[in-house]
């Protein structure tokens, strides 16, 4: 902006010596409003590019929050199977048996943690460099089947079956982020499995759609959600089972659901949720065509 103005001053210096009519208060007059206009042009600028850098610096913020919440969500549950499984190898009166079940809880989790922490390091790396390392050409089933191994010991511990269709479709998908949605998907219909029901179960299904996208449900036989809480429940700290006396044993501070509308938004997608009380819910996530991911994403 200095060059600018340097040079309009002296192309009106330079054309008022060819204009016998103009004077040189006129001239000064000139030479004071292109001043005046570079300045706005100037301050216009900064305080343009200081508000895009403001918006920058929170939505890092946001991103490294949102980041470290999906951390420590997904890393509680395996801690805290290592840590009962440690607990069981400290009693003096173990079983042989008790303590080989134990070291395999110990081993699965402990492996769980490390491809855990791979893939949420990933996925850092892809919020901060844009690397698409992770998308993959996979069998949805594969990637489900994954997801439900690393809940074995949950899923038994709470007497819950879970199906995975061995039809699904082949995609190109973010496999992080659809582990981490599966993950918690499935976690949430094992922990709200319903009691009184003599068969507990979660199931994922998948189909392919005509336009080159997928469509995948995971369904369950639970509790249900209250329909009034069914807006709410992809909100960060919010429990739709919080008043239920039925889901004291339950742990979480109401992450795990926004870490899945977090991802799904990720991967341009779409979750949408089906539930009634006492007869279960149906998580529906729609994932667009490779080629039409990120047209959408804000």
Same mark, same amino acid.
């Given at each position: 902006?200095?060059?600018?103005?340097?040079?309009?001053?002296?192309?009106?210096?330079?054309?008022?010596?060819?204009?016998?009519?103009?004077?040189?208060?006129?001239?000064?007059?000139?030479?004071?409003?292109i001043?005046?206009?570079?300045s706005?042009?100037?301050?216009?600028?900064?305080?343009?590019?200081?508000?895009?850098?403001?918006?920058?610096?929170a939505?890092?913020?946001?991103?490294?929050?949102?980041f470290?919440?999906m951390?420590?969500?997904?890393?509680?549950?395996?801690?805290?199977? #290592?840590?009962?499984?440690?607990?069981? $190898?400290?009693?003096? /009166?173990?079983?042989? =048996?008790? %303590? *080989?079940?134990? +070291? !395999? @809880?110990?081993?699965?989790?402990?492996?769980?943690?490390?491809?855990?922490?791979?893939?949420?390091?990933?996925?850092?790396?892809?919020?901060?460099?844009?690397d698409?390392?992770?998308?993959?050409h996979?069998?949805?089933?594969?990637?489900?089947?994954?997801?439900?191994?690393?809940?074995?010991?949950?899923?038994?511990?709470?007497g819950?079956?879970?199906?995975?269709?061995?039809?699904?479709?082949?995609?190109?998908?973010?496999?992080?982020?659809?582990?981490?949605?599966?993950?918690?998907?499935?976690?949430?219909?094992?922990?709200?499995?319903?009691?009184?029901?003599?068969?507990?179960? #979660?199931?994922?299904?998948?189909?392919? $759609?005509?336009?080159? /996208?997928?469509?995948? =449900?995971? %369904? *369950?036989?639970? +509790? !249900? @959600?209250?329909?009034?809480?069914i807006?709410?429940?992809?909100?960060?700290?919010?429990?739709?089972?919080?008043?239920?006396?039925?889901?004291?044993?339950?742990?979480?501070?109401?992450?795990?659901?926004?870490?899945?509308?977090?991802?799904?938004?990720?991967?341009?997608?779409?979750?949408?949720?089906e539930?009634?009380?006492?007869?279960?819910?149906?998580?529906?996530?729609?994932?667009?065509?490779?080629?039409?991911?990120?047209?959408?994403?804000?």
């Amino acid at each position: 902006y200095q060059l600018l103005g340097e040079i309009l001053v002296r192309f009106v210096q330079s054309e008022s010596e060819t204009i016998a009519a103009s004077t040189p208060a006129e001239c000064i007059a000139v030479i004071l409003r292109i001043q005046q206009a570079v300045s706005m042009l100037l301050q216009e600028t900064v305080e343009t590019f200081v508000g895009l850098y403001t918006r920058t610096i929170a939505d890092q913020h946001d991103r490294l929050e949102q980041f470290t919440r999906m951390a420590a969500h997904e890393w509680r549950q395996p801690l805290s199977a #290592v840590t009962t499984a440690t607990a069981v $190898l400290r009693l003096p /009166g173990a079983s042989s =048996e008790q %303590r *080989d079940i134990s +070291l !395999g @809880i110990l081993e699965r989790n402990v492996k769980r943690l490390i491809d855990m922490t791979v893939t949420l390091e990933r996925i850092a790396r892809i919020d901060a460099q844009g690397d698409n390392a992770l998308v993959q050409h996979v069998e949805l089933t594969t990637v489900a089947g994954e997801a439900a191994r690393q809940l074995r010991e949950m899923a038994q511990a709470g007497g819950v079956v879970v199906e995975v269709a061995a039809d699904m479709p082949t995609v190109t998908v973010d496999v992080g982020r659809l582990e981490l949605v599966l993950v918690n998907l499935i976690s949430n219909g094992i922990k709200y499995a319903d009691a009184q029901k003599s068969q507990r179960r #979660v199931e994922i299904t998948g189909r392919a $759609l005509a336009d080159g /996208g997928c469509v995948l =449900e995971v %369904r *369950d036989n639970g +509790l !249900g @959600i209250p329909t009034e809480q069914i807006p709410h429940i992809f909100r960060s700290f919010t429990r739709a089972h919080a008043s239920d006396e039925r889901t004291t044993h339950v742990a979480g501070v109401g992450l795990g659901l926004s870490i899945v509308a977090d991802c799904v938004r990720e991967m341009s997608g779409r979750v949408d949720v089906e539930s009634v009380v006492g007869e279960g819910s149906v998580f529906r996530l729609r994932l667009p065509a490779a080629s039409e991911r990120g047209k959408g994403r804000n």
